[in-house]
């Protein structure tokens, strides 16, 4: 494995080819030598057979069935088979009848015998020249095997010249000489031929290789680059997104600072204003109820001082409960269970209903903001399950879940469709989105009309880093 790590993709390829074009040239070359072999044998038994059946039919031509060759015959395939060319090319011949006799050999003593009909001894009477390189170990070639270790041996039929018919087959053997000198010549040529071509392919494959190689190698530089830039690019997109959630978690802080001091404002100036002008109003109103002069039909100036003072008393609770909810309780110090007990009791009194809070494994320690968000997404949802949804029975569920506590917000109120308030642009839920959104968290509401609804925000327990910028 270390050596194949050291390699490069081209040595790796040309490796691997050079091993395969080797093996398949191996496999070729052989193939190619055998069929080289093949071929000169079916030639040289087809070439010889031709001979066989030219000089040696006319001497069958008087056999009666499967009865003995006539002594004249004998002679003159004896006179054929020695001291001629034909002679010196076939070592041994033998004169097969269908049975499996030896009607004539150039071993006397295999004369009259009879052996097993071979495969190829039945082939060659169903008409076919069969040749083979043989070992001689079949029992026929006891004479043969004392001189030769292997050779030529080829059956061919001997037909009848009136009427075609195989009347006996001829056998002979010839020497392996000429046949491995003339295959070992083709072999020679052969292999080099397809050495060559093995070569010319293999080169042709380096230099394919060697430019994929180049191809591939400049594809892996500008990826690289590519990715070092995208790596760049997220490094300081993370950085930004990091900083816009610390920005939003100090505008969470800065807003609700801003709506303390509003409603501080709103206390201590308009209101007490308002009620100011309410107790002098009043003592008018006790001085001005014996007076005979009226404004209008039926209505003395009493009346209308304690109409005005009705009218002052409306406005001045209405300024008070926008002062009450704009200003946030001292949640600083709380914990995050702490905050949403909190937020549900301040709706219990408000709302005089009870609300149950369960609190399942939610750390104690969290951010301001966290809190802030928290305490206003619980101030809204009650709020608003309580008045669109007319509900009676809301329940409240904090619990940590992969990293974010998750708080959920559930009644069996008469439900709403969330799609049709998203486009009315629904305040209240777009506010609660937006708040936790800004901090990382997620927000859903899952809701049908006359099916209840649940409210569901996810926020991020990991701290946020401090900001020195």
């Excluded at 076939?90 to 030896?102: H, I, M, Q, Y």
């Excluded at 100036?301 to 002062?323: C, K, N, Y």
């Excluded at 469709?417 to 609660?432: I, K, N, S, T």
Aim: hydrophobic share 45%; proline share 4%; net charge neutral.
């Amino acid at each position: 494995m270390k050596l194949l790590a050291r390699l490069s993709l081209v040595r790796l390829l040309l490796a691997g080819g050079g091993v395969i074009l080797l093996a398949g040239m191996l496999v070729i070359g052989t193939w190619i030598s055998m069929e080289l072999e093949r071929g000169h044998i079916d030639h040289v038994g087809s070439l010889t057979s031709l001979y066989m059946q030219s000089f040696v039919s006319p001497h069958v031509q008087s056999l009666p069935g499967n009865g003995p060759l006539r002594e004249v015959d004998r002679n003159a395939l004896d006179g054929l088979l020695s001291g001629t060319p034909l002679g010196r090319q076939v070592v041994a011949f033998k004169l097969w009848a269908p049975d499996g006799s030896v009607l004539y050999s150039t071993n006397p003593a295999l004369i009259g015998r009879k052996f097993a009909v071979r495969p190829a001894l039945s082939s060659a009477f169903a008409g076919k020249v069969h040749s083979e390189i043989t070992d001689l170990s079949d029992p026929d070639n006891e004479f043969e095997r004392k001189r030769w270790s292997r050779l030529i041996e080829t059956y061919a039929p001997l037909r009848a010249r009136n009427t075609g018919t195989i009347i006996a087959v001829s056998e002979f053997y010839q020497t392996t000489d000429d046949l491995e000198q003339e295959v070992g010549v083709a072999r020679l040529r052969s292999w080099l031929m397809v050495s060559a071509a093995t070569l010319v392919i293999f080169l042709l494959l380096a230099a394919l290789v060697k430019r994929a190689s180049n191809i591939i190698a400049a594809q892996q530089s500008e990826l690289s680059e590519k990715v070092t830039q995208l790596t760049a690019l997220l490094a300081q997109n993370g950085q930004l997104h990091d900083r816009v959630r610390r920005a939003a978690a100090r505008t969470t802080a800065l807003n609700e600072r801003f709506l303390h001091r509003i409603a501080a404002d709103l206390h201590d100036g308009p209101s007490q204003g308002l009620a100011l002008a309410l107790m002098r109003m009043e003592s008018l109103a006790d001085v001005c109820s014996t007076c005979a002069a009226s404004v209008g039909k039926d209505r003395s100036v009493g009346d209308e001082f304690h109409t005005l003072h009705s009218a002052l008393q409306f406005a001045l609770d209405d300024l008070r409960a926008i002062s009450g909810g704009l200003h946030l309780p001292e949640i600083e110090r709380l914990s995050l269970a702490e905050t949403a007990r909190r937020a549900v009791r301040d709706y219990e009194r408000k709302a005089g209903l009870t609300v149950p809070l369960t609190v399942d494994d939610v750390p104690d320690a969290a951010l301001l903001p966290v809190k802030i968000t928290l305490f206003r997404m619980l101030q809204e949802s009650l709020a608003n399950g309580y008045r669109h949804g007319g509900a009676s029975d809301q329940r409240v569920e904090l619990t940590r879940s992969d990293g974010q506590f998750v708080v959920e917000v559930t009644d069996s109120g008469r439900g709403f469709d969330p799609q049709a308030v998203v486009a009315d642009g629904h305040l209240g839920l777009a506010g609660m989105r937006e708040r936790i959104e800004v901090l990382g968290g997620t927000f859903s509401v899952r809701s049908a009309p006359g099916k209840g609804t649940v409210v569901r925000a996810a926020l991020p327990l990991t701290p946020l880093a401090e900001d020195h910028e």
